[in-house]
Each structure stands twice: as structure tokens, then as C-alpha cells.
């Protein structure tokens, strides 16, 4: 069974960092690409940053470039984003899925419609 599980999300003040782990079981991270999204009641789920299988390129919103980092270890099948610099506005609910399309990052963005097996999420808190 394919699933995909969410940690390290709490909460944090203004400025502090959080690392998240998306651990995966079912199948092996490195032949897919992975992303994390964020969602906030009311509003649409975005792309925050995925990265390829292939050559570990990258993705990052402009919301969070320079303050975000996207990695992955295979060995151990998991996903990470290191997120530095936390403001309340990335307070979000924070989602990991992976890529059933392609296994590689699109510059412009992710599709949400490429991705699946979502996880159940972890709530990200920032304070001001």
C-alpha cells in the first residue's frame, strides 16, 4: 500500500525554522518526483517545492525562495523541507505528494493534477 506521512510540523515564532519529513512506503522515492503544498482554509493548494528523481533539480514558489530547502534520501525513502526564516505567513497546513506523470520538476510550477497519494498533512504555525 502506497502512503505518504507528514511530521515535524508545530509551532514556531516568527523567524524560527522547522524541518518536515515526508516518509513514503509502497514505493521508491528515487525513480519519482516529489512536492510539498500548503493549504490554508478558504484559499487553494499550492505548490511550495518539489524535486526530481532524476538529477535532483528543484522547484520553490517565489513565496519561499531563499528561506526553504528542498532534499531527499533515498536510502532512508523520505522527503525533507528545511524551512528557515518562518513568517505567519506561511502558516498553512503542509501536504507531501508524489508525481505519477513525470519524474521530473516543471520550472514553471507543479500541476496538482500530476501528483497523488497525499498525505494526511501537518499543521505549521506561525506566530508574529
Known amino acids: 500500500e502506497v502512503q505518504l506521512v507528514e511530521s515535524g510540523g508545530g509551532l514556531v515564532q516568527a523567524g524560527g525554522s522547522l524541518r518536515l519529513s515526508c516518509s513514503v512506503s509502497g514505493f521508491t522515492i528515487a525513480n519519482y518526483a516529489i512536492g510539498w503544498f500548503r493549504q490554508v482554509p478558504g484559499k487553494d493548494r499550492e505548490g511550495v517545492s518539489c524535486i526530481s528523481s532524476s538529477d535532483d533539480s528543484t522547484y520553490y514558489a517565489d513565496s519561499v525562495k531563499g528561506r526553504f530547502t528542498i532534499s531527499r534520501d533515498n536510502a532512508k525513502n523520505t522527503v525533507y523541507l528545511v524551512m528557515d526564516s518562518l513568517k505567519p505567513e506561511d502558516t498553512a497546513v503542509y501536504y507531501c505528494?508524489?508525481?505519477?506523470?513525470?519524474?521530473?520538476?516543471?520550472?514553471?510550477?507543479?500541476?496538482?493534477?500530476?501528483?497523488?497519494?497525499w498525505g494526511l498533512g501537518t499543521q505549521v504555525t506561525v506566530s508574529s
Open positions: 505528494a508524489v508525481n505519477l506523470m513525470s519524474p521530473r520538476v516543471r520550472p514553471e510550477g507543479p500541476l496538482l493534477s500530476d501528483y497523488a497519494h
